[in-house]
C-alpha cells in the first residue's frame, strides 16, 4: 500500500504496538498472591489458602463422612467470626445433567451478614462437595475459601448496606441439587435477589466472569469497578449455548434472579481429577478470584440491590483493555458498529481503487484470497492437535496438556505461518491493497455474521475492521508516509487490544482439543495486521521468507519444548478412565471404558465397542468393553410400601434400597404416567421415567409411580459406586497412570430388574 517508508517511524509503530500487545496479555493475567499479614480488611491468598488446605486435604464426594467434615469446618470457621450459620436440609431435584431427572439429599449451609438498611440479598455462593475422585483443592475449595476469607475482610471493615447472605451448596457435582433446593424452597431466595457464584475449572489462570444473567448491562457495569475485571461478551454468548452447567443455573431456572458467574479455568488437566489438590492451586489464581469478589460484594453491598435485581434492558458488550479497565458499550449498538465497519471497508474498497492502480477485479480476488488463512487456520488447528494425539496418545483423553503453553505458542506460530506464507505468497501477485481490503472485509462479514448470531462476540470482528478501514483511507489520503505509517499503527492498535486477550484466555477456555477456536481468533488478528504487514515489510522476496522461517521456527522451537516439559509423570500421570458394569440377574459383568482410543494399560481390560445402555441405562452411546469376572455384589432393590388403585390408575409408593455404600441409584422404567422422589415431583416425559438419586443412606429414599390400572411396573434399577481396586481381575495402574477427572471413572455399576 506504502511506497515510501521511514524506517524509524515504522520501528517505532511496531515496537508500539509489541507493547501494546504485551500489555494486552498483562491484563488478563492474575496479580499477586497478598500475605497473610495484610490488612484485616484485604482479601489475602495466604489466609485463604488456610482454608484450602482443609477443603482439599481428602476426597469428598457428597453424602460421604468426609464431605461431613468439609461442611463442619465452614460451620466452625463462620460462628468464630461472629455470624449464625444454619445447616438447611431438603432434597434438590434438577433435570440438566446427563439427561435424566437427578435428586439429593443436600444440606447447605446458610450465613447472613446483615446490612444496615437492605434493599434486598446479594447472594455468595460456591459448593463444598467434591467429584467422586477429587481433593476438590480448587473445584471447588477456590470458592469456598473466597467465601470464607471474603466474609473475614467484610467483617472486619464497615458493615454494607444489604444483606450478604452466604450459601454453601451441597451436592453441586452430583447434580446441582444444593443450589437447587435453596432457590426452590428456602425463605431467604423467596424473593430472588442477586447471585455471584465463584468456581474453578483447573487450577490456574485468572478468574473470568464468563456468565450472567440475561440482560446483564447494570450488572457488568458493577463488575468493572472491580480491581481486576477479566471477562468478554463472547464468553457469555458461548456459555449460554454450551451444555455446561454450575450451580448458577438453578437460580436462572428459578427466574427472579440476576448474577454473575466466576471461576479461573486454566490448568484443566487437573479437574475433577485426584491431583486437583492444594499444592496444584496458583495462589495467584485464588487471589485473583478473592479481590474481585471482595470489591464486588462491597460494591453490590451498597448498591440498590432492588434495581440490580431487575434484568436490564439490554446486554452489554465488554471485553479487557490494558490497565485493569474493563471496556463497554450498550448491546444497541452491536449492529449499527457492524453495518458501519461494512460501510467503513467499501469506502476503503472505494478509496483504494481512486488512490492505486488496484480495480474492483483485484480487490474482488483479495476478498475471496483472504479466506484461505481464516480456512487453513482452523484445518492446521485440529491438525495440529491430531499431530499431538499421534505422538502422545494419553492427550486423547484431556482436554489440555499438563503444561499447555509451549504447545498453544507453537499452534500461534502455526497461525502465523498461514497468514505471513499467505501474504508473502499472493502480495506481488494481487498487491497489498487487494489483500489489505480482502482481509478486512472479511472480518466486516464476520462482524455482521456475529452480530446476527452472536451479539456479544461481534466486537471481536467488527471493530478491528473498522479501524483498519478508517485507518486505511486516511493512510491512502495522506501524502506523508510517517502519517501513513502511524494511522496504520493506530488501526491495528484497535485489533491488538481487542483480539489479543480473547486469544489468551479462549486457549484455557476451549483447550487445545478444540484449538481451531482460538486459532481462529488469531488468524482474525493476523489479518487486522495485515495493512502494518503491507507498511512494514519490504516487497524484496527475501525479506518475506525471513519473517514466514521465523514464524515457522518458533512453532518448531516451542512444539519440541512443549513435549520436552509435559511427559507424563507420576505427578502429572496419564489419564484413564476405567469401570466395571455387572447385571446381578444374569451373573454377567463387563469392563467398561469410555475411552476414545484405549491406552495400553486400559487395553488389558476392554478389546471392543458396543453398545450396553439398554441393560445400563447410565452408560450412553459406544464404549469399549471386555469380559469381567462377576463379583460379589449386591444390587439395589426396592419394596412396596403401598400399593393403590383408582380408577384407571395404579400408584404405587417403594423404598428403594442401595444395599451398599453408592454414588446413587438411578431407576429406569416405561409406561410411568407421573412420579415423585421424596416428594420432588419428577417430569415423566412420553411415560419414560430414568430418575437417579445421589448418594442415599442405608434407609434409601421414596420413589412414587403412577401407571395405568391392571399394569405391571418394571423397573430397572442402578446402583452406582466405588471400589473398582477390589474387584476380582483389576490391575493396578503403573505410577505414570493415573485415573481420568469424569463422574464416570472407577464406577461400579450394579443392575437388577424387578416387576411389581
Known amino acids: 500500500m506504502i511506497q515510501h517508508r521511514s524506517r524509524a517511524t515504522t520501528l517505532a509503530s511496531l515496537l508500539v504496538l509489541l507493547v501494546l500487545a504485551v500489555l494486552s496479555v498483562l491484563a488478563v493475567l492474575p496479580p499477586t498472591p497478598v500475605a497473610a499479614d ?76 446483615e446490612g444496615t438498611d437492605s434493599t434486598g440479598p446479594i447472594f455468595l455462593m460456591a459448593h463444598y462437595d467434591s467429584a467422586e475422585v477429587s481433593h476438590g483443592a480448587n473445584d471447588d475449595g477456590a470458592g469456598v475459601s473466597t467465601l470464607l476469607e471474603s466474609a473475614r475482610a467484610i467483617l472486619a471493615a464497615d458493615a454494607p448496606r444489604n444483606d450478604l447472605v452466604l450459601v454453601f451448596t451441597d451436592a453441586e457435582e452430583a447434580c446441582l441439587c444444593g443450589a ?30 464468563f456468565e450472567t444473567s440475561p440482560g446483564n448491562a447494570d450488572l457488568v457495569a458493577q463488575y468493572a469497578t472491580v480491581p481486576y475485571p477479566v471477562g468478554s461478551s463472547l464468553a457469555v454468548e458461548v ?104 460501510v467503513a471497508v467499501g469506502a476503503l474498497g472505494f478509496t483504494t481503487a481512486r488512490r492505486t492502480e488496484t480495480g474492483p477485479g483485484r480487490l474482488a480476488l483479495g476478498f475471496g484470497a483472504a479466506l484461505l488463512p481464516i480456512v487453513l487456520t482452523a484445518v492446521g488447528a485440529q491438525l495440529f492437535w491430531m499431530l499431538l494425539v499421534a505422538i502422545r496418545p494419553g492427550y486423547g483423553e484431556m482436554l489440555d496438556p499438563w503444561h499447555p503453553w509451549g504447545f498453544r505458542i507453537a499452534l500461534l506460530g502455526l497461525v502465523a505461518v498461514i497468514v505471513t506464507g499467505w501474504f508473502v505468497l499472493l502480495r506481488r501477485r494481487l498487491g497489498a491493497p487487494a489483500l489489505t481490503f480482502g482481509a478486512l472485509g472479511w472480518l466486516a462479514v464476520l462482524g455482521v455474521v456475529l452480530a446476527a448470531f452472536t451479539p456479544g462476540g461481534s466486537y471481536l470482528a467488527a471493530l478491528p475492521a473498522l479501524a483498519g478501514a478508517v485507518a486505511g483511507v486516511v493512510a491512502l489520503l495522506l501524502t506523508d508516509s510517517r502519517g501513513r505509517t502511524a494511522a496504520v499503527a493506530v488501526g491495528a492498535a484497535v485489533a491488538i487490544v481487542v483480539l489479543v486477550p480473547v486469544v489468551v484466555l479462549f486457549f484455557p477456555a476451549l483447550g ?138 395404579r400408584t404405587l409408593t417403594l423404598t428403594v434400597f442401595p444395599e451398599r455404600t453408592v454414588r446413587y441409584v438411578e431407576a429406569v422404567a416405561e409406561n410411568v404416567t407421573a412420579a415423585t422422589i421424596e ?30 390400572a391392571g399394569e405391571a411396573f418394571d423397573v430397572r434399577l442402578l446402583g452406582g459406586g466405588e471400589g473398582l481396586e477390589s474387584l476380582p481381575g483389576f490391575e493396578p495402574r503403573p505410577e505414570t497412570v493415573g485415573v481420568k477427572g469424569s463422574h464416570t471413572s472407577e464406577l461400579v455399576l450394579v443392575a437388577t430388574s424387578q416387576t411389581f
Open 38 to 113: 495484610a490488612p484485616a480488611d484485604e482479601f489475602s491468598a495466604d489466609r485463604a489458602f488456610e482454608h484450602v488446605e482443609v477443603i482439599g486435604a481428602e476426597v469428598h464426594p457428597h453424602g460421604t463422612p468426609a464431605a461431613d467434615r468439609v461442611r463442619e469446618y465452614i460451620v466452625d470457621e463462620l460462628d468464630a467470626m461472629g455470624l449464625d450459620p444454619e445447616v438447611t436440609e431438603g432434597t434438590g431435584l434438577t433435570g440438566r445433567l446427563g439427561g435424566r431427572a437427578q435428586a439429593a439429599g443436600v444440606q447447605n449451609v446458610v450465613a447472613t451478614v
Open 180 to 209: 437447587e433446593a435453596f432457590a426452590d424452597s428456602d425463605p431467604r431466595a423467596a424473593d430472588g435477589g442477586i447471585v455471584l457464584n465463584f468456581e474453578a475449572r483447573g487450577s490456574s489462570g485468572p478468574a473470568v466472569m
Open 239 to 342: 456459555y449460554r449455548i454450551l451444555p455446561n452447567d454450575t450451580d448458577f443455573s438453578p437460580f436462572l431456572d428459578a427466574g427472579g434472579f440476576t448474577g454473575l458467574n466466576a471461576a479461573y479455568i486454566d490448568g484443566s488437566a487437573a479437574y475433577h481429577a485426584p491431583q486437583d489438590q492444594p499444592e496444584t492451586m496458583n495462589l495467584a489464581s485464588l487471589q485473583h478470584h478473592g479481590s474481585n469478589t471482595l470489591a464486588l460484594a462491597r460494591a453490590l453491598g451498597d448498591a440498590d440491590a432492588a434495581a440490580l435485581a431487575t434484568p436490564s434492558a439490554h446486554d452489554s458488550t465488554y471485553f479487557p483493555l490494558p490497565g485493569g479497565v474493563l471496556a463497554q458499550y450498550p448491546g444497541w449498538l452491536v449492529w449499527p458498529l457492524a453495518v458501519l465497519a461494512l
Open 512 to 649: 487445545l482439543a478444540t484449538g481451531a477456536a482460538p486459532a481462529l481468533f488469531a488468524a482474525l488478528l493476523g489479518l487486522a495486521l495485515v495493512p502494518v504487514l503491507a507498511d512494514a515489510l519490504p516487497l524484496a522476496r527475501r525479506a518475506g521468507g525471513v519473517l514466514v522461517g521465523a514464524c515457522g521456527a518458533v512453532a518448531v522451537v516451542a512444539l519440541g519444548a512443549g513435549f520436552a516439559l509435559d511427559g507424563f509423570t507420576a505427578e502429572k500421570p496419564e489419564p484413564t478412565q476405567l469401570m466395571y458394569a455387572m447385571d446381578a440377574d444374569t451373573g454377567e459383568a463387563m469392563w467398561v471404558s469410555g475411552e476414545g482410543s484405549p491406552s495400553p494399560w486400559t487395553s488389558q481390560f476392554v478389546d471392543e465397542q458396543t453398545e450396553i445402555s439398554e441393560d445400563f441405562p447410565a452408560v450412553h452411546g459406544e464404549v469399549w468393553t471386555g469380559p469381567a469376572e462377576a463379583a460379589d455384589l449386591p444390587a439395589p432393590t426396592a419394596e412396596i410400601v403401598a400399593d393403590e388403585t383408582s380408577g384407571d390408575e
Open 679 to 708: 416428594g420432588r415431583e419428577v417430569a415423566v416425559a412420553d411415560g419414560h421415567l430414568d430418575i437417579s438419586y445421589a448418594a442415599p443412606g442405608d434407609e434409601g429414599f421414596e420413589l412414587v409411580v403412577t401407571v395405568p
